[in-house]
């Protein structure tokens, strides 16, 4: 099937074609994820949609409003990880950047291709389930906000109807003392997919763990959260925190499957060995008093 592009001078044109026709038409943002698709035959479309030549200069920009950093869908994610504000406000994002693919992906990928494609090794994923974000939506009735915790639903699946279009991604602002993180297991070089990735936020309130998040990808049909873990560290000090019983926990909280990145028993080794590490680091950062 031959594939036509159609460039939109706007957002609510774009979403108009889609409604007219959902199964033929499809968003294209930066084509990272979706040009492999069509090539590999897995994703068959008439029609792609591109917002490039929309100048709406919320769909690029990249600022803090009120206690939230704001993401424009359009931007890439070298934008991202290159801008200051980003590096000042959430120095955890620009790490997990780091590690997603290659420069010259990072140049051209979009924060919306990423969080729209579904992957579940995706890498932002977990860190923003912990960071509580919301990705925002323009469909039919105008503009809303998904939770990611509602969001990401399947092995690429995401929670839009056909004629949504995501145009933004707010992230709360961290408090003071907060320890966040993103770490990522490959089983080659350091940004490959992801045979496990596991993210951790961990408010501090007088020295004890208050309101913890912790998150995985690549171990199941979606990245998602752990709530025994998150449980099991609540109220925790430095001073007793057990890494490797907690790292057992997570393991055994996950259901995975075998595939070509491991098995689902190397992956429950993985998964605990990394969550074991992430927090000695933050019981190293909290009793250096964050230095």
């Known amino acids: 099937m031959t594939t036509g592009l159609l460039e939109v001078g706007s957002l609510a044109q774009a979403r108009d074609l889609l409604a007219a026709d959902p199964d033929a038409t499809r968003i294209i943002g930066g ?3 979706l040009m492999l698709m069509l090539k590999a035959g897995l994703l068959s479309v008439p029609t792609l949609v591109s ?56 140049n051209v990928a979009t924060v919306a291709g990423c969080l729209v494609h579904g992957d579940p090794h995706m ?14 939506v323009l469909g039919l009735h ?13 092995y690429y699946e995401v929670a839009l109807a056909p004629e949504d279009i995501v145009i933004g991604l707010e992230i709360p602002l961290l408090r003071a003392g907060t320890f966040a993180t993103y770490r990522k297991f490959t089983g080659a070089l350091a940004e490959d997919w992801a ?8 408010p501090q309130e007088a020295g004890r763990i208050t309101r913890p998040a912790v998150a995985v990808c690549a171990v199941e049909s979606a990245a998602r959260r752990l709530p025994e873990v998150e449980r099991a560290l609540d109220g925790v000090t430095a001073a007793d925190v057990d890494p490797d019983g907690i790292g057992e926990l997570a393991a055994s909280a996950v259901e995975p499957a075998d ?3 491991g098995s689902a028993w190397y992956k429950r080794r993985v998964l605990s060995a990394e969550v074991a590490r992430g927090l000695r680091a933050w019981a190293r950062e909290a009793q250096h008093g964050g230095k």
């Not at 709406?56 to 934008?79: F, Q, W, Y």
């Not at 105008?142 to 399947?154: D, H, K, L, M």
């Open 195 to 202: 045979v496990v990735g596991v993210a951790l936020c961990l």
């Open 31 to 33: 084509g990272t994820g």
């Open 51 to 106: 917002l490039r030549k929309v100048t709406d200069p919320a769909l690029r920009e990249i600022e803090v409003r009120g206690d939230r950093l704001v993401l424009g869908g359009l931007c890439t994610l070298s934008d991202v990880l290159d801008h200051p504000v980003v590096r000042r406000e959430l120095p955890a994002l620009v790490a997990a950047l780091r590690r997603l693919s290659s420069v010259r992906t990072r």
């Open 259 to 261: 595939d070509h990145l």
């Open 123 to 136: 890498d932002l994923p977990p860190l923003l389930l912990t960071l509580e974000a919301e990705v925002v």
């Open 142 to 154: 105008g503009e809303r906000r998904i939770t990611c915790a509602e969001f990401f639903v399947g």
